[in-house]
């Protein structure tokens, strides 16, 4: 989700989900005419041992977390579909919604936070 909303304290992190997301774009749309198909995923938080090394910030700014065979299902279940875009059936679609069209209140939200760490 990272790759549509950047987080405090993950700016590397969001900025190459966000050139993820902007080079599935890309590759879609060199080869849609070959018939090749390219997916952007966007998983949550996912539990791994990576994320174990943030847990604290993912506690204090509430991250949902999922069990990696939840993301896979999922995954896979939009790939079956030939989605373009995969997103984690959950309340992070409506963020992502509220991101591109009242960007301010995300931006309001994650600073009321910030502050407060």
Do not use: C, W
């Amino acid at each position: 989700m990272f790759g549509d909303i950047a987080h405090p304290l993950y700016s590397v992190y969001s900025a190459t989900k966000f050139g993820i997301r902007g080079f599935s774009d890309a590759l879609r749309r060199e080869y849609m005419h070959q018939g090749l198909k390219v997916s952007y995923i966007a998983p949550r938080a996912t539990q791994t041992d990576a994320l174990n090394a943030t847990k604290e910030y993912g506690k204090y700014f509430e991250m949902n977390i999922d069990h990696p065979v939840v993301v896979a299902e999922n995954i896979i279940d939009g790939l079956k579909k030939q989605k373009n875009y995969i997103y984690p059936k959950s309340i992070e679609r409506l963020f992502v919604f509220i991101q591109k069209m009242f960007p301010k209140a995300i931006d309001q939200n994650l600073n009321a936070k910030i502050k407060n760490l």
